[in-house]
């Protein structure tokens, strides 16, 4: 689904609001209560039932933007009273993902269904198709449902286009089948599956499917006058048409300590997996997988467990990055920034990072301090990561990093798996039969194997402010500008 749409414009004044309160130091206050109907004051017209609906469930939104998972809400409790719970937490709160039922559509199962475009044909290609015969025409089509079992093939054989899919939008997105329906129709996450790609939260219209904000802590951190660092990733650089000297100025503004470039543990992350990739394959192993997205990590480890020993064993760039900056203050508290739900994952179980916050999350705290980071004047650095580094960010990026390191490039066969859909998840799992010793590998097959969750790579992430297409632009522009090809 377009980024531009109500879901994230609703989502981003909400961030806005909330830090400006905190800012204040009036994020505790009554005045939090009154952010409902302001948004939506009287007279507004509804989005749903009514005024009154639109303004309880941003209420529950509000919960999410704090960090607050809304299973917990009730109409009993104000929300400044969930405020105080939000600033006086020591550490993010499990699950990362809260799903807000009153806003879920609860849509009807995947079906197809015959619209007014049917004309009846003589030809009746979706009758004759059918392989269950669950087709009958009365002037025109009507599918029996009992028969039906969803192949598409009528569909595909309609010359008027008259046949429609009908998704379940989270559903349909979930690479990994982790969300369904529950008792009550409204969707359920099961967190067992569940590789956090941010898909479901994407692509839902209603903005049911919601990640937990860690910004209200940053912040939180930040005014107490504490050491506090930040790393941002290379696709965060993509999403602002400034140049990075002058976003690490912004950096600064938001009262950041230490501004650190993800790139520099890009590099560290290329060198290591370069040489791992060598000993791997002169061991006789049949293919190595890159290990910077953590989504497909997980994807991997729970759905695909006879790839699992050709993961590489290299940390996640954010990791050396977290790494360098707790090695020059231990006491610092460290904050990486991307456009990642997965990344919020992995920072759960990497005790060099304290915190993850989002290029919306980002975005909306530049906001609330009325920084324009198009009019900073940039800081001068010393030292820039390599341009392969900071090209982390885009679909084969990291694999060609790999490749310009290696001893002898001719030992490298290159395959890439663009995106974590259906059609990615069937490829991973060709790979793990080939390493199973079920399937022979033909010319195609790559003995390195770079997979990236998010179509693009990682400028397309769940979590961005900026279209694919403009922040390609943008990340040229970046990797251009380093001091090392």
């Known amino acids: 689904m377009n980024i531009n749409n109500n879901s994230t414009k609703v989502k981003k004044e909400l961030l806005v609001r909330i830090a400006r309160l905190q800012l204040a130091g009036e994020l505790d206050s009554r005045k939090i209560n009154r952010i409902p109907i302001e ?9 749903g039932c009514c005024t009154y609906h639109d303004r309880e469930l941003l209420r529950m939104r509000i919960l999410a933007r704090m960090g607050i998972s809304v299973e917990k809400y009730s109409d009993l409790n104000d929300l400044d009273d ?41 030809a009746r290609p979706c009758m004759v198709n ?38 379940v939008p989270c559903e349909a997105a979930c690479p990994v089948g982790a969300i369904s329906k529950g008792e009550d129709g409204h969707e359920v996450i099961d967190f067992h599956k569940c590789i956090y790609c941010g898909k479901c939260m994407q692509e839902c219209p209603f903005g049911a499917m919601m990640d937990k904000s860690q910004l209200v802590d940053v912040i939180k951190h930040i005014m107490n006058g504490q ?87 290299t940390r996640s760039p954010m990791h050396y990055a977290a790494e360098i900056a707790k090695r020059d203050n231990p006491e610092c508290v460290t904050v990486f920034v991307g456009p990642c ?30 920084i324009d980071v198009t ?74 194997v770079e997979v990236m969750s998010c179509e693009g790579g990682c400028i397309a992430g769940p979590c961005v402010v900026q279209k694919v297409n403009l922040a390609n632009v943008q990340l040229d522009k970046y990797v251009k500008s380093a001091g090392v090809q």
């Open 341 to 370: 739900l997965a990344k919020r994952r992995e920072g759960f179980d990497d005790d060099f990072v304290d915190y993850v916050i989002t290029a919306e999350e980002l975005n909306a705290f530049f906001e609330a301090k009325d």
């Open 227 to 313: 050491k506090v660092s930040v790393m941002y990733a290379p696709a965060i650089a993509s999403q602002f048409k400034v140049s990075s000297e002058q976003l690490e100025a912004g950096f600064k503004k938001l009262g950041f300590t230490e501004v650190y470039e993800v790139a520099q543990g890009a590099d560290i992350c290329a060198e290591k997996e370069a040489a791992e990739f060598e000993e791997r394959m002169k061991k006789g192993d049949r293919l190595m997988t890159t290990s910077c997205c953590s989504a497909y990590v997980r994807a991997v480890h729970i759905h695909v467990p006879d790839l699992d020993p050709c993961v590489s064993e």
């Open 130 to 167: 059918c392989p269950k015969k669950a087709i009958h025409i009365i002037h025109h089509a009507h599918i029996d449902a009992e028969k039906c079992i969803h192949c598409g093939l009528c569909e595909q054989n309609c010359p008027y286009h008259a046949i429609i899919k009908i998704t």
């Open 39 to 47: 948004m939506r004051p009287a007279g507004t017209p509804p989005i």
């Open 82 to 122: 969930y405020a105080k719970e939000a600033l006086s937490r020591e550490k993010p709160t499990w699950p990362m993902i809260t799903v807000l039922h009153e806003a879920c559509n609860g849509c009807v199962k995947q079906n197809f269904m015959v619209t007014n475009a049917c004309q009846g044909c003589f």
């Open 375 to 448: 009019k900073l004047e940039p800081l001068i650095k010393q030292d820039k990561p390599s341009a392969s580094a900071r090209n982390f960010a885009r679909s084969g990026g990291v694999a060609q990093a790999v490749r310009c390191r290696l001893k002898d490039p001719s030992i490298l066969k290159l395959d890439v798996i663009n995106g974590l859909n259906k059609e990615g998840m069937k490829k991973l799992r060709y790979y793990g039969d080939i390493n199973a010793g079920r399937v022979k590998p033909d010319e195609k097959t790559g003995n390195l």
